[in-house]
């Protein structure tokens, strides 16, 4: 993995890291550097601030923000930061992840975040990756080959039906 760390994963509970090991996965895949915070909204709202409001400066390039019930930690950290925001609703006991769907992808006029799938850890991480791609050929050539292998994969599946 690089050392050269571009993309940040915060979530809200150490209880979200296993759906989240899949965001991991895939950085680890790709070679991209990663950092992993446990960063509450509500809990430590003044850790959550500085780490967003510093994200761009310390050469993050894009935030995956993981969190459920009602979800802020996303939104607050696109209120915080220049950088992309991706959200990750987090599937709860009350409402399946619908809760936490909703709060992310209702931000207000100006206050964008890309929101995933509920538990879709994996995808924020292929997004992230794909925005990274945008200025790194390298990367934009890795994520191609990556396509290239799902669709092979996807038609190899034909011959079991055969």
Same mark, same amino acid.
């Given at each position: ?7 940040g994963?915060?979530m809200g509970s150490?209880?979200?890291?296993p759906?989240m090991q899949?965001?991991?996965d ?13 960063l509450?909204a ?9 780490? $967003? ?5 310390? =050469?993050?390039k /894009?935030?995956?923000? +993981?969190a459920?019930m &009602? ?6 950290t ?18 399946e ?5 909703l $709060? ?5 006029? =100006?206050?964008? /975040?890309?929101?995933? +799938?509920?538990?879709? &850890?994996k ?19 890795k ?9 092979a994969? $996807? ?8």
């Open positions: 993995m690089s050392s050269n760390i571009k993309i994963i915060i150490d209880s979200d890291l759906v899949k965001a991991f895939v950085c680890k895949e790709f070679e991209v550097g990663y950092e992993v915070k446990i509450s509500h809990r430590t709202p003044e850790e959550h601030a500085e780490y $967003s409001r510093t994200a761009a400066e310390r =050469g993050l /894009v935030i995956i923000a +993981a459920g &009602a979800a802020h930690l996303p939104g607050v696109a209120g915080q930061t220049i950088l992309p925001v991706i959200g990750v609703p987090m599937k709860g006991k009350s409402f992840g619908m809760d936490s769907l $709060s992310i992808v209702q931000m207000p006029p =100006g206050i964008p /975040v890309a929101t995933v +799938a509920v538990d879709g &850890a995808n924020a991480a292929l997004l992230a990756i794909q925005i990274l791609a945008t200025g790194e050929k390298d990367l934009a050539d994520f191609v080959q990556y396509k290239k292998d799902m669709a994969a $996807s038609m190899k599946k034909n011959e079991k039906i055969k």
